[in-house]
């Protein structure tokens, strides 16, 4: 265990900062497919759940079936998890359509099924939509459709004060602290995969007429027997287009610079596509990102913008205010897809990634990252796997146990005045310390041992979860008035900006695209 990271925590607690639940920061977005019967939904975003483009707590992702449900920033995991339930249970009560449990979608026979989102007719909207479209001629929209848990994170200033920036520029501090944090997070995060992956299988009609490595679990599906999460494969949510781009998050202009080379190198194959087809757009731009949102990474730096801003340019002006983990999945066992116990390691994690001593990365270490990562979704509970530590093979499980023994020891230096928190993080270490030693208890375990068991199939294992959400949900008693109060202004205000006069789109998009400093 290297002194920097003992000294770091022994600042923590001189400062009386070790406590991250004082001046911590945290919201979450999950997506979840609506299914009619036992297919995509093709129907129109309910009216119920207010306006895509406006409502701040329920929108839509890729397509019109795929939700997304976002809570406040929240100063506590209680508060936040407290609100996902709240927005999940106006959603069950406002939506007569199955909520799927899962990341992996369900059986959809045809990509024509699927339905691109809409924002309206305001030039905003329709960048939206387009967007979409894009994504869809570059990907395909049946890899579109999975979903996850998007878990954004942030310290106070106050934190970053005490901790050290004093001696220079806060914001300068703030974006050094956060991408030694992103090193970090990516060197291991593998671990998280392991932990917390529920994507072991997927519908035959997810990967037909796709070259694929998996194995036939039955004959609606196929499978890996050691898996984990196959939705982060390139069998997901990944982009070929980007496999060349090494961003090293050493220090944010070269992050900067990178993501701007990608948002301006035309690709080939999106050149081929073109941007217009039979007069209408189908794509922002043929270059290897259409926007910033398009770089796949399983944690980004990022910056609240305003209307019209480029992430990028407020980023780069502005610095980094939080970080955004990408790479969890459903948890279907949970009717919140996140439980408690995940939340707190998931924090301990990341408190414990800004901690310790974060060299730059380099092109092989990158290299080297993006093979575990591989290795992990596809063999991850395979107990003979080896993990790649500076070219060096570990044993999967002791490269996990060293990873939980550092976890364990930040854990340790919290003061013992945060009893709560305390006894949330030793409970959450026991369990993951369980899931290392016992892949079975997995999610990814779980979840096939209970397809094998009970001879089902993925659609049935899914809708025997839905039906247990819904009766969870069905039992609460919250007041929800303040969701819909948000719902019916959604509408009206997306009316409001239906009516306003704009430029015309063309012009809107050349503004847009021209914004890139």
């Known amino acids: 265990m290297s002194e920097s990271f003992k000294e770091t925590l022994n600042l923590l607690k001189d400062s009386n900062l070790d406590d991250f639940s004082k001046y911590s920061f945290r919201g979450i977005e999950k997506e979840s497919l609506r299914v009619s019967g036992t297919t995509i939904s093709e129907t129109d975003h309910p009216k119920s759940l207010g306006s895509t483009l406006t409502n701040q707590f329920i929108t839509t992702d890729f397509s019109e079936a795929l939700l997304e449900l976002i809570t406040n920033k929240q100063n506590s995991i209680d508060a936040s998890l407290e609100q996902l339930e709240d927005v999940l249970s106006y959603v069950y009560l406002n939506c007569d359509e199955i909520i799927w449990p899962s990341s992996v979608p369900c059986t959809i026979e045809s990509e024509n099924q699927i339905r691109i989102a809409e924002y309206g007719s305001t030039n905003s909207g329709r960048l939206k939509n387009l967007y979409r479209k894009g994504l869809s001629e570059r990907y395909g929209s049946m890899m579109q459709c999975v979903s996850g848990i998007h878990y954004n994170f942030s310290l106070s200033d106050e ?8 001696i220079g520029s806060l914001k300068e501090f ?10 970090n997070f990516r060197r ?19 990967i037909a007429g796709r070259k694929n490595f998996l194995k036939e679990l039955n004959s609606e599906d196929d499978y890996l027997e050691y898996a984990t999460c196959l939705r982060m494969s390139e069998l997901g949510y990944m982009s070929n287009a980007q496999d060349n781009l090494y961003i090293a998050y050493n220090n944010l202009d070269e992050y900067v610079e990178n993501l701007l080379f990608a948002l301006k190198k035309k690709h080939p194959r999106y050149e081929e596509i073109g941007t217009e087809r039979n007069g209408e757009y189908i794509q922002i731009n043929d270059s290897i990102i259409q926007i910033e949102n398009e770089y796949y990474s399983s944690i980004r730096p990022k910056r609240i913008v305003g209307s019209g801003e480029r992430p990028i340019n407020v980023l780069r002006e502005k610095g980094i205010e939080y970080v955004e983990v990408r790479c969890m999945d459903n948890d279907p066992f949970d009717p919140l897809s996140l439980s408690s116990e995940t939340s707190y390691f998931l924090e301990a994690y990341l408190m414990t990634c800004l901690a310790d001593e974060s060299h730059t990365a380099t092109k092989e270490e990158i290299i080297e990252i993006q093979t575990n ?18 070219g060096k093979e570990v044993p999967i499980r002791e490269a996990a146990q060293a990873i939980l023994e550092k976890i364990n020891t930040y854990v340790a230096s919290i003061s013992d005045q945060a009893i709560e928190l305390k006894a949330n993080l030793s409970k959450t270490l026991k369990l993951q310390q369980e899931k290392i030693e016992d892949p079975n208890l997995t999610p990814s375990g779980k979840i096939l041992k209970t397809l094998k068991e009970n001879d089902i199939n993925w659609t049935e294992f899914n809708l025997e979860i839905f039906k247990k959400h819904k009766k969870y949900f069905s039992q609460l008693n919250k007041d929800l008035s303040y969701l819909e109060k948000e719902a019916v202004a959604s509408i009206e205000k997306f009316n409001e900006l239906e009516k306003e006069k704009e430029i015309p789109f063309a012009d809107f998009l050349k503004n847009y695209l021209n914004a890139l400093n």
């Open 188 to 206: 291991n995060a593998w671990l998280l995969l392991y932990l917390f992956g529920a994507s072991p299988v997927v519908p035959k009609t997810f």
């Open 373 to 390: 990562w591989q290795n992990v979704v596809k063999n991850g509970r395979n107990p003979d796997l080896k993990i790649l530590l500076k």
């Open 159 to 166: 934190f970053f004060l005490q901790l050290g920036a004093e």
């Open 174 to 183: 703030k974006n050094k602290s956060y991408l030694s944090l992103v090193r």
